[in-house]
């Protein structure tokens, strides 16, 4: 059965009908750019266009860029802070009568990842990092998700959240090339390993495309797998994680 699945990002609003066994996207994928400024209203508005212009209905998951408990945003990560407290899955219910599964987007992203993209087989601790606006991440030991850890949160050189200095927003605004980033994200990843110690790393987002541009930059224990879905894993992972609710239910 086919599944719409959203991804709620910092610069877009993405999403697609999804083969939640193949992972395959079953519809053309719609992205409408984040709102400015992105508060709840305004990007329920943009959520419930992206269910129209795919005519959908029945259940929806989506991935959204904060700390998500039981459909609620706890934080408000690189998106509005009235995001804070909100009830994201009642929002977006509300505004195209569906009923939405919500959970933490690196989370999701990784799901899919381990379940039937680069992650398949990988045991121990695995990191999945997806660059975007910010740094998202998805941890998981022996294939197990360990939920809402947000190492791009971690403070940096400056005392900034770190994916201020070495998330893709901060490639573009300080007009790096990607090896002068690539220098940061090694950074990024060195932390990460001495707090962690993972066995392996999964990236994902848009910069994943470019790995060939950064990778000789990387100087890191674990292994390096890209995202088999890319830029699609969290809508992959959204679609999954509505199947699975529904599953649980039934």
């Not at 599944?3 to 993405?14: E, F």
């Not at 999403?15 to 992205?31: P, Q």
């Not at 294939?143 to 791009?152: H, K, S």
Request: with cysteine.
């Amino acid at each position: 059965m086919g599944i719409l699945g959203i991804d709620v990002g910092g610069s877009g609003v993405k999403g697609a009908v999804v083969d939640t066994e193949t992972g395959d996207l079953l519809s053309d994928r719609i992205r409408i750019p984040t709102p400015d400024p992105p508060t709840p209203d305004n990007i329920a508005v943009v959520v419930q266009e992206l269910v129209q212009q795919l005519d959908y209905s029945g259940p929806v998951g989506c991935s959204f860029p904060t700390v998500v408990v039981n459909g609620q945003a706890l934080t408000a990560g690189n998106i509005d802070p009235a995001w804070k407290g909100t009830h994201v899955d009642k929002l977006f219910g509300d505004a195209t009568g569906l009923e939405f599964v919500v959970h933490n987007d690196a989370d999701l992203a990784g799901l899919a990842e381990m379940a039937i993209g680069a992650g398949r087989g990988l045991s121990g601790t695995v990191m999945m990092i997806t660059i975007g606006t910010g740094l998202g991440s998805g941890v998981f030991f022996d294939g197990t998700l360990v939920p809402n850890i947000e190492v791009g949160r971690m403070p940096g050189k400056d005392g900034e959240p770190i994916e201020f200095y070495a998330g893709d927003r901060a490639r573009k605004a300080d007009d790096l090339s990607w090896g002068e980033w690539g220098d940061r994200f090694n950074y990024f990843l060195q932390r990460v390993s001495r707090v962690f110690t993972p066995a392996h790393f999964i990236l994902g987002g848009g910069a994943s495309k470019k790995l060939d541009k950064f990778s000789d930059k990387l100087d890191i224990d674990a292994s390096i797998h890209v995202a088999h879905f890319r830029n699609n894993a969290g809508i992959v992972g959204a679609a999954m994680a509505a199947r699975d609710s529904l599953t649980d239910e039934g």
